[in-house]
């Protein structure tokens, strides 16, 4: 069965701290992985995908086929960082619909 | 000028009712989504179109009907509402699995209360 799993609900750090959303999902086929962000009061957005290989925001996430990862890192966190981060796998052969992690909501303090 | 625009943003009202939550594109998109964001966040998947037609239908009870007369829109009507129907409601489209990398742009969210 398709499945993505955020380990924690919560994760709190430091402004200027390194931090890292954990995402592991378990899934059969060649896996499509995003990551969307929904700020507070704002619409839940794009954040990055895999396939672009892209840093958006100073946030990076590889694939680990591995480990069936996909966790998102920044090295540095800003207050503006804080929000709502979920992990989603694309399954192509269903219709494309997205299956999203329970989310996990980073808060950045000063 | 909303590439995903959903109405109403609120919607108060009684167990037992009827109502109905509009979504709009205008980007284009062959395919709409509507997901559920329940009291803990989780997002989950109810239905999809792909112009039109109905693609996805997850285990949602027959009280939820999504209609799609185009495929700039999907509307999803709800019958005999109940406590549990309480969330937030999104919208969302995309160019479509058949595209590529299948990117969602969601609507800002209906939050639905029934009392």
């Known amino acids: 069965a398709q499945r993505v799993t955020q380990p924690e609900k919560l994760l709190s750090v430091f402004k200027g701290a390194p931090v890292e959303l954990k995402c592991n999902y378990s899934?059969?086929?060649?896996?499509?992985l995003f990551w969307y962000v929904q700020y507070s009061r704002q619409r839940l957005q794009l954040l990055l995908r895999?396939?672009s290989r892209e840093s958006i925001k100073g946030f990076t996430a590889d694939l680990n086929k591995g480990e069936t990862s996909f966790h998102l890192k920044k090295p540095f966190a800003q207050e503006e960082d804080s929000a709502m981060y979920y992990c989603?796998?694309?399954?192509?052969?269903?219709?494309?619909?997205?299956?999203f992690g329970q989310g996990t909501e980073l808060s950045v303090k000063p | 000028d909303t590439a995903v625009s959903q109405t109403p943003k609120y919607l108060v009202t009684q167990m037992g009712n009827d109502k109905s939550i509009k979504c709009e594109q205008n980007?284009?998109?062959?395919?709409m989504y509507w997901y559920k964001q329940d009291s803990k966040k989780f997002l989950k998947i109810m239905f999809s179109?792909?112009?039109?037609?109905?693609?996805i239908n997850e285990t949602v009870p027959n009280r939820f009907s999504p209609k799609s007369p185009d495929k700039a829109h999907l509307n999803l009507h709800i019958n005999s509402l109940e406590l549990g129907d309480s969330a937030v409601y999104f919208c969302?489209?995309?160019?479509?699995?058949?595209?590529?990398?299948?990117?969602?742009?969601f609507g800002a969210g209906s939050r639905l209360t029934v009392l």
């Open positions: 969302a489209s995309s160019q479509g699995p058949a595209s590529g990398a299948n990117v969602l742009t």
């Open positions: 899934y059969s086929g060649s896996p499509e």
């Open positions: 895999h396939i």
């Open positions: 989603a796998l694309s399954v192509y052969n269903q219709g494309g619909k997205l299956i």
């Open positions: 980007l284009g998109h062959d395919t």
């Open positions: 179109y792909n112009n039109k037609e109905l693609i």
